[in-house]
């Protein structure tokens, strides 16, 4: 059974960190892009980083984040992390990871094959 499973968020305030870990079973994950996108109520999942199938990573889609957050994979782990720093109270989402067999880090939801469950994150004084 092919499963994602994020874990790592929780309640931070301004400025903290969180690290985020998404962990694949059933699968290889080097096989495939993984993507990780954000959600807040009332709204669409928004890409925030990704990464190439094959276990490169230095795709960046939201211009808000650059600088702050970096994804990174560990491929004997079969895990992705997002390393989110210098955190503001509008990063306040529900994180998930994605992945897509073979896949080039696409910006859009629909190219994903399957979903994690997703990571609530709330940046808070």
């Known amino acids: 059974q092919v499963q994602l499973v994020e874990s790592g968020g929780g309640l931070v305030q301004p400025g903290g960190s969180l690290r985020l870990s998404c962990t694949a079973s059933g699968l290889t994950l080097e096989d495939y892009a993984i993507g990780w996108f954000r959600r807040v109520p009332g709204s669409l999942h928004r890409v925030v980083v990704s990464?190439?199938?094959?276990?490169?990573?230095?795709?960046s889609y939201a211009d808000s984040v650059k600088d702050r957050f970096t994804i990174s994979r560990d491929n004997a782990k079969n895990t992705v992390l997002l390393q989110m720093n210098s955190l503001k109270p509008e990063d306040t989402a529900v994180y998930s990871c994605?992945?897509?067999?073979?896949?080039?880090?696409?910006?859009?939801?629909?190219?994903?094959?399957?979903w994690g469950q997703g990571t609530q994150v709330t940046v808070s004084s």
């Open positions: 990464c190439i199938s094959g276990g490169n990573c230095s795709i």
């Open positions: 994605a992945g897509e067999f073979e896949g080039s880090g696409s910006s859009r939801p629909i190219d994903y094959d399957f």
